[in-house]
């Protein structure tokens, strides 16, 4: 280790070791980037977002067995091919607060999150790995609660074959990923009580969407909570580490509450909508560089064409996974964030694309920003 790095681990040590810690000395020592040493990335991306630490274990472990525990016991309980129709409930009950009827919405919701998060960053093995810390109140041996993974092979819905995003279109990839497989049997099956790291984050979103009934899942959420989960379940400190998921959970929804107009189609244009936001990239463009700006126009290359994923999915398509959190941590570390997302965006168009140099993009985009 360089004694620069050292050095620079101190001052993060310095700070944070203060009795109370200064968010704007934080913060422009997280601009730079933060090293992953000793937990700092993990503890000033909590910080950043401003959550307390008390109570928010038993909280996320009221809401795994209020939200994904007891609805199978409750479904046991009922009997999953019980046709009585004179029963209370059952599940051909029409009733809209019928529990069945919310068993069967939610799985809607939760189909598409599988296939999502199964997909997550295949280019790399991660998410396929088995966790060290999988969710012990759900795999109880005991008890033989329902997983969501059983959940999904259970369910006899039919899922459609064809994904739409958020704007509609079909397959949106990134030129640096790769495919992900195809079927569920092309992922390995991993022995009981084990649980792949898709299966931590899929949890994480389907707690989301039962909190959150006014946005619930949207397609894009699985690339917004994969690196925050990557970054908590490898963070060096295994105390930390331990409780990646309910880390995880608290500051994807703070982050959520931040950007989660981008995923509601009913505010697309109004000005928090993305495309207000969409249209904020050309009309700046057009201030910074008026050549590239009308020959984007000439060749009708409209901002939805690229802008729409590099703002709702902060850039994490169009980067490896570490640059992607290397971005992030000038990301979130910047007071006005999604307006140094904007002037990133910028960038991109101005340099040569695809761009591999990360720290070019942030730099030249700092510099944008400090012209102003």
Known sequence: MSSLHKSRIAEFQDVLGEPKIVLQKLRELCFSGIPFDGGLRCLCWKVGFAWGFSGLL???????????????????NLGVSREDVTLEDHPLNPNPDSRWNTYFKDNEVLLQIDKDVRRLCPDMAFFQRPTDYPCLLILDPQNEFETLRKRVEQTTLKSQTVARNRSGVTNVSSPLKTSAPNSLSEYEVL?????????????????????????????GMNEIVGPLYYTFATDPNSDWKEHAEADTFFCFTNLMAEIRDNFIKSLDDSQCGITYKMEKVYSTLKEKDVELYLKLQEQNIKPQFFAFRWLTLLLSQE??????????????ADDNRFDFLLLLTLRMLTLDYPISDVHLILKKAKELQDSK
């Open 58 to 76: 038993e909280l996320y472990s009221q809401f795994l067995k209020e939200m994904i525990i007891q609805p199978g016991i409750a479904k046991a």
């Open 191 to 219: 022995p009981n009580g084990c649980e792949a790291h898709w299966e931590v984050v899929e949890r994480i979103l389907f707690i989301y969407a039962k909190l959150n009934p006014g946005i619930a899942y949207v397609q």
């Open 319 to 332: 980067f490896l996974l570490p640059d992607v959190i290397r971005i992030w941590d000038s990301l979130f």
